[in-house]
C-alpha cells in the first residue's frame, strides 16, 4: 500500500500530466495533500518563470546579435560595439562638438555613419537629404530618453512619447487644434503681449542691463501662455515663478531622466521633483484664475460664453480657446475624459506643450533679434515693409504678416542658422528601417539628422551657406548675392516655399514633425511685425564693440546674448 509519504514527481512535465492520486482505501490525508499540492503549484510557477525569463533573455540576446550585424554593415569608424565611441562623444563636451565630430565621418564614410555608443546602442547619422526624408517618414519612434524626461517632469502625458502608434491620435488632434484656432487667435494676442513685456522692459532696462535671451523668453513664454490660457494669463501675479520654474526645469530635464533607476540618494534629484511638483500646482493654479477671471467677465455685460459658443467672439474678450475647450467641451474634453480611463497626469500635455514651445520658440526670437541687432539696415526695410502693408490694410494681422515677404525670409533665414537643437533624433523601436541606398538600420538604433551640417550646407545653400542672407528665401534673388548686395534694390521678390528646400528642416519633418510650426513662424511674424513698427532694437550704448557672434566653417557657434535697448518709435 503506498503512503501520503510516497515520491512524488516534481517536475513540471509530472505535475501537469500526472492525476492527482486516488487510491481507494487509503485514508485521506488532508493536510500532506494540501502541502504537497502547494509545492506543485510552487513549482510549476517557478518552471514557467524560468522559461519565460530564460525566453526574454534569448530574444534580447539575438536582438543584440541582430544590433551587432546589422549595424556593423553600416560606414563607419572602424571599431567593435565593445570599443564603444562614448568615451569620444564625452570628451567631445557638447553636442555643438558632437556635430563636429560627425562632420569629420561624414566627410570620411559618406552620407550614412554609423558610431557605436555602447554594446547596446548605435547612433546613426543620416546627412543626404533624399535619404533623410525617407528615414524621417520611415522611422516613427523617438527616443526613449525624450518620454522619460517629460514623464519624469510633468508625469503621464500622451504627446512626446516613444511611441508613435500611442501618440498619433493625440498628434493629429493637436495639430488640427493649433493650425486651425490658434492661428486666427494669435492675431489679437502679439500686440497685448509686447505691451505687457515692454512694460517690464522698461523696469528691467531702467535697472541696467538686458539681454536678448531674457526678453525673448519673456516674449515666448508670455506669447504661448496667452495662447493656450487667455489674456488673462498677462497679468496673473505668479507668471514670473512661472516662467523661472520653467526655465529650471527644462536645463536639468535630460540629465535626471538619463538615469535609468532615478537617484532617491541625492538631494538634487528631490529638488528637482519639488519644482516639478510646484510647476504643477501652478499650472492648475493658472486654469483656476483663467477660469474665475473669464467667468466674472462674463458676469459684467458679457453674455456667457457658454451661451455664445459657435459665435464668433469680441477679441477683447478673449479667453483661451483652450479653457473653452477645457471647460465646455471640444478637443480637451476628449482629453479630460482620458484622464479618466488612462493614467495620464492632468495637464501633463499641457505643461509639456509650454515646456517645448516655450524653449524653441524663445531661442528662434532670441536668435532673430540678434540678427536684427546685428543688421540695422535690415530693421530698417522690414520696417517700411511692415508699415506699407499696415496701410493698405489698416491694421496688421497674420494673414498680412505672411504677405511682408523679407519678414517670413528673416524668420526662416534664422531658423536655418540656429535650429531649435543640433540634431533631429528619430528611432523605430519594433521594426528595421530599410534605406532606398540599401542600407538597413536595426530596429532600436539612434537615427539623428545632424541638422546644422544639412542647413549649412555649401554644397546645397551655396557658398555663403553660413552667412544669414535672409534673400536666399526669397525667389527673385535666390543666387542674385548677399542680402548686403540686394540691399536697396526696387525688386519685390516673393518668398520661397522653404520646405521646398529638402535642407530645410528646423521644425522636422515626416509623422513625427513639429505640429507647431505654423503656430510659431506665423506667431513669430506676428509678434515682430508689432515689436518693430514700435521700437527700434539697438545695442545698449557703449556695448557695439563688444564681441560679436563668430560662424566657424561647419558648426555656428551659439550666438551670444548682446545686451540690447528697444528705443521707441516716433509716430
Ligand atoms: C520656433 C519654435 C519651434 C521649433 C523650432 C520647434 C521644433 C521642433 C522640432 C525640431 C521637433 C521634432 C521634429 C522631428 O523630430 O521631426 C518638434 C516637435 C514637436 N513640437 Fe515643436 N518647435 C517649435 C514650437 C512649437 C510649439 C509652439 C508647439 C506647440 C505649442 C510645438 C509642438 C511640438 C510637438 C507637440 C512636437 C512633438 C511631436 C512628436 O513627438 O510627435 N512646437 N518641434
Not at 548686403?484 to 516655399?497: L, R
Request: one cysteine or more; charged letters at 20%.
Amino acid at each position: 500500500m503506498e503512503s501520503c509519504d510516497a515520491a512524488l514527481p516534481y517536475t513540471l512535465i509530472g505535475v501537469l500530466l500526472r492525476p492527482p492520486p486516488r487510491h481507494p482505501g487509503v485514508a485521506a490525508c488532508p493536510g500532506k495533500f494540501l502541502r504537497d499540492y502547494a509545492s506543485r503549484a510552487t513549482n510549476a510557477l517557478l518552471w514557467v518563470a524560468f522559461i519565460s525569463i530564460t525566453s526574454l533573455l534569448f530574444r534580447r540576446l539575438a536582438g543584440l546579435v541582430r544590433l551587432w550585424v546589422l549595424g556593423s554593415r553600416i560606414p563607419g569608424p572602424p571599431s567593435s560595439p565593445f570599443l564603444s565611441h562614448l568615451k569620444v562623444i564625452s570628451g567631445c563636451g557638447s553636442l555643438g562638438n558632437l556635430t563636429g565630430y560627425l562632420a569629420e565621418l561624414h566627410d570620411k564614410y559618406g552620407p550614412i555613419v554609423r558610431l557605436w555608443l555602447s554594446p547596446t546602442q548605435v547612433l546613426v547619422s543620416v546627412k543626404d537629404t533624399m535619404l533623410i526624408k525617407e528615414m524621417l517618414i520611415k522611422a516613427e519612434d523617438k527616443l526613449p530618453l525624450t518620454g522619460r524626461a517629460f514623464h519624469l517632469a510633468f508625469g503621464r502625458s500622451s504627446l512626446f512619447i516613444s511611441s508613435f502608434e500611442k501618440v498619433k491620435k493625440r498628434r493629429e488632434s493637436f495639430a488640427e487644434y493649433m493650425n486651425g484656432r490658434l492661428v486666427v487667435t494669435a492675431n489679437s494676442i502679439p500686440l497685448k503681449v509686447i505691451e505687457c513685456v515692454m512694460g517690464r522692459v522698461d523696469t528691467i532696462m531702467a535697472k541696467g542691463i538686458l539681454d536678448c535671451i531674457s526678453v525673448s523668453q519673456q516674449l515666448a513664454f508670455n506669447i504661448l501662455g496667452c495662447t493656450l490660457f487667455g489674456d488673462a494669463f498677462l497679468d496673473w501675479p505668479k507668471a514670473g515663478i512661472y516662467e523661472e520654474l520653467l526655465m529650471k526645469i527644462a536645463n536639468d530635464g535630460c540629465f535626471w531622466a538619463s538615469y535609468a533607476i532615478p537617484p532617491f540618494w541625492s538631494s538634487g534629484y528631490w529638488k528637482y521633483q519639488y519644482m516639478c511638483k510646484r510647476l504643477k500646482h501652478l499650472t492648475k493654479e493658472i486654469i483656476q484664475h483663467c477660469v474665475e477671471k473669464y467667468d466674472l467677465l462674463s458676469q459684467s455685460g458679457h453674455t456667457s460664453y457658454k451661451e455664445n459658443k459657435g459665435i464668433e467672439k469680441d477679441t477683447k474678450f478673449n479667453a483661451s480657446v483652450l479653457l473653452d475647450s477645457m471647460t465646455y467641451g471640444g478637443l480637451f474634453q476628449e482629453e479630460m475624459e482620458e484622464y479618466l480611463i488612462s493614467r495620464d497626469e492632468p495637464c501633463g500635455n499641457i505643461l509639456c506643450l509650454m515646456f517645448h514651445g516655450c524653449l524653441a520658440t524663445a531661442s528662434l526670437i532670441s536668435s532673430i533679434l540678434t540678427r536684427l541687432v546685428l543688421h540695422p539696415e535690415l530693421q530698417e526695410k522690414l520696417y517700411s515693409e511692415i508699415i506699407a502693408v499696415r496701410e493698405k490694410t489698416c491694421k496688421t494681422d497674420s494673414h498680412d504678416v505672411q504677405k511682408i515677404n523679407l519678414l517670413m525670409a528673416t524668420v526662416y533665414e534664422s531658423a536655418r542658422l540656429l535650429p531649435a537643437g543640433p540634431l533631429l533624433q528619430r528611432c523605430s523601436l519594433k521594426h528595421d528601417t530599410c534605406l532606398s541606398s540599401g542600407i538597413t538600420v536595426p530596429a532600436g538604433a539612434i537615427l539623428v539628422v545632424p541638422l546644422q551640417l544639412v542647413q549649412m550646407d555649401n554644397s546645397i545653400w551655396g557658398k555663403d551657406a553660413n552667412q544669414f542672407n535672409p534673400c536666399r528665401f526669397l525667389s527673385e534673388a535666390t543666387d542674385q548675392g548677399s542680402y548686403e548686395e540686394n540691399e536697396g534694390s526696387e525688386k519685390c521678390p516673393f518668398y520661397n516655399e522653404p520646405k521646398r528646400n529638402a535642407a530645410f528642416l528646423p521644425f522636422g519633418y515626416g509623422s513625427r514633425a513639429c505640429i507647431g510650426e505654423k503656430f510659431a513662424t506665423v506667431g513669430i511674424s506676428t509678434l515682430l511685425a508689432s515689436l518693430l513698427q514700435n521700437y527700434e532694437i539697438k545695442f545698449q550704448p557703449g556695448l557695439e564693440n563688444d564681441p560679436k557672434p563668430i560662424m566657424n566653417d561647419c558648426v555656428l557657434q551659439l550666438l551670444p546674448s548682446p545686451r540690447i535697448i528697444f528705443v521707441k518709435r516716433d509716430k
